[in-house]
C-alpha cells in the first residue's frame, strides 16, 4: 500500500534538511507524497514542489502555525495552502517580526549571563532559517555551553528558564481561518502532546471545528496504539478527517524518520485522498 507523510519540517525552520534533500529522502523511503510543512513559513516550498515534480513525487505546500490557546502552545498544520497570496505572505511575515523581537530579547538574555550569542549570530550560523528554540539548542551544543540537546532546554530553553521570552501568537481559530482565506486544509497537529485533560482537548476541538477545522493528526510519530484510538475517536466525534505525520525534524528528533517515525509510524495514502476530497468540495479545486 502507497504511504504519505503529511508533517516534515525543512532547515528553512527548525529542521536539518533542505526542501530538496527531503525530496530525495521520501524517494528513497518510498512515500508518494509529503507535505512541507515548517513553522510559520513557506520558504521552502516553492524548492521542495519543483523538485518534487522533476522527480515525480508529490510535494504538499504547507505551513505549521504556532497559535496559543488558554496559555497553551498549540500548533496548527495548513495543506494544500496557496502560499503566495499576498495576505497569506504579509501575515507571515508580522510571524517573523515577532519571533525576530523575542529572539533578540532572549540573546539578550543569555548574553547578560555570559553566553557568547547574539541573534546576528544565530542567523550566521542558519542563514535563511526562521530562527527557533531549535536552533538555540543546537548553537548551544556545537559551541559547548550543553552536552545534550535535551540539557540546553532544561538549562536555557525551556519555558520554565529566566531565559525564555514568550512571543505574540495568533489563536489557533485565527490560523484555521488564514489556512481557509487561502483555500488549505487545517489540520490540529498531535493534540495528546498539549496534556490539556480529555474535557478541554474536546471543546478545543469543537471550537475549531466551529471555525472551519478539517482534520485533526490522528496518526503521529510518538503515539500509542491507544493514542491514534483516542484520536480517531474524537475525530469522528466532531465529523473531522484524520492526518497523518511524522513530524520529521531531522538530525534534532534523532531514531525519528521521515515516514515512519519510530519504525511503526504508517500514514496510507487514502488519508491524503480524503483530504484532497474534501478539498474539492470545500473549494471546487
Known sequence: MNTVDLHVHSNKSDGSFTPSELVDMAIAKGLTAFALTD?????GVKEAVAYGQEKGIEVIPGIEFSTEYYGKDVHIVGLFIDENAPAFQKQIGSFVRAREERNEKMCARLAADGIDISYEKLLEAFPDCVITRGHYSRYLLDHGYVKSLPEA????????????VPREKITPAQAVSLILAVKGISVLAHPTLYHMGKDNLSSLVRHLKEAGLVALEAVYSTYSAGEERQMRQLAARYGLLISGGSDFHGKSKPGLELGTGYGKLFIPEDILIALK???KELFDV
Open 277 to 279: 476530497k474534501k478539498r
Open 39 to 43: 513553522h510559520d513559513t513557506t520558504a
Open 153 to 164: 532546554f532544561d538549562r536555557y530553553l525551556g519555558d520554565h528558564t529566566k531565559y525564555f
